[in-house]
C-alpha cells in the first residue's frame, strides 16, 4: 500500500487471535490491557525522512539500551477512538486534529514532523486491518495510540537524537463508566504541579505524566479519585484535571454557560474540549476561555452560580466532578449526579462520534 510518497510493508500475523478468543476479550476489554493483531511502525533518520513504513504483527521491539528515549525522554504519543457506527462502518473522529497536535508537540520536543496524511493513512490501515477488533457494543470503540520517540544510541544531551520510531497501536476499550457516569472527588494538588511556563504542559509527552504520578498518587492518598493541577507560581489557577482538560458550567437550563481555563501554554490543548468548545454556542450555551481560581471555584459553588463542573477528554469524554478537596478547604458540586448540562453536551458528542446525529463540522473519518 502506498501513502504520501511511501508504500507500507504488509506483514499480516500468521496466527491471528481466534474469533472466540477475541469475542471473549471484547466482551470484557477494560481499558488498556487488550491490544489487536497488528501495529504500524515507520523509520525515521536524519537526512533520509520517514523510511521503511510497516504494517506488522503486534509484539516486543527491539531497542538498544543506550536509544536516547530510555535516558532523557525524547517521546509523544496520541490518543483517539474508531467507532463502531450503527450500520456496520467504522469511523475514527477528528484524526488530522490529532495529527497536528503530534506536530507541534514534536516542535516543542525537537522531534521530526509527520505527514499528516501519512499519519491518517497509518490509523486507517490499522484499523481496517484489525477491523474484527472494533466492538459493536454501544460505549466501546477500539482506542488509538500513535507514538514517537528517539532511537538513537546516544547518551550525549547536547542535541535531540537523529534516529525516530513511529509507531501505532490499538487497544479495545469498554465503557469507561459500566455502572453509570458517577461524578468523581478531586484533591487540589499545591505539592506538586503539572506544568510551569516554557515547559512542555502543552506537548503531549511522556514525561509529563511521569511526572504526574506523585500528585495523583497524592490524590488517592487524599480519599480522592483525580489530582486537580494549579498554576505553577501561585498554585491558585485552576488548569487541569488528572489527563482531562476542565470545563464550568455556570447557570442553568436556558442560562447554563461555559468557562474553561484559557491555553496558557500549561495545558494540553484537548480535542474534547475543542469539540465542546464548538458545539455548545450551537446548543445555545455560550462558552468563554478564561481563568478561574480555587477561590472562584469555591465560593461559586457555595454561591450557587457554579453549577456544575466536568474533566473532559477522549477517554471519558466527560467525567463530573462532585467533590472538591484540598489541605485547608472541601466543598461540594450539585447533588452527587452528573449536570444536565454537562450530559446533553455528552449526548451531543457521542452521537456525532457514533454516527446517530448530524456532523455539522465533518469531524468523522469514514475508514473505507
Ligand atoms: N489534558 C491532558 C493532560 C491529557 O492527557 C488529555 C488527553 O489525553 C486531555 C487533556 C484531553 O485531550 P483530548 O480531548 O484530545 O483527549
Ligand atoms: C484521554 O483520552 O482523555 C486521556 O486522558 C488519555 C490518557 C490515558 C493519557
Redesign the pocket.
Known sequence: MSTDGLTFDIRLKDEPTPAAERERILANPGW?THFTDHMITIRYKEGKGWHDARLEPYGPIPMDPASQVFHYSQEL?E?LKAYRQADGTVTTFRPHANAARMNRSAKRMAMPDIPEQLFVDALDLLVRTDEAWVPTREGHSLYLRPNMFATTRALGVNRPADEYLFVVIASPSGDYYAKGIKPVSVWLSRDFTRAAPGGTGEAKTGGN?AASFAGQAQAVANGCDQVVWLDALEHRWVEEV???NLVFVYGSGPDARLLTPALTGTLLP?I?RDSMLTLAPDLGIPVEEGKISIDDWQTGCESGEITEVFGC????VISPVGHVKGDDREWSIGDGDPGPTSMRLRNELIGIQYGTRPDPYSWVHHIK
Do not use: I, L, N, P
Open positions: 488498556g504519543f490518543g505524566y488528572g489527563s482531562m484537548g474534547t477528554g477522549t477517554a471519558a
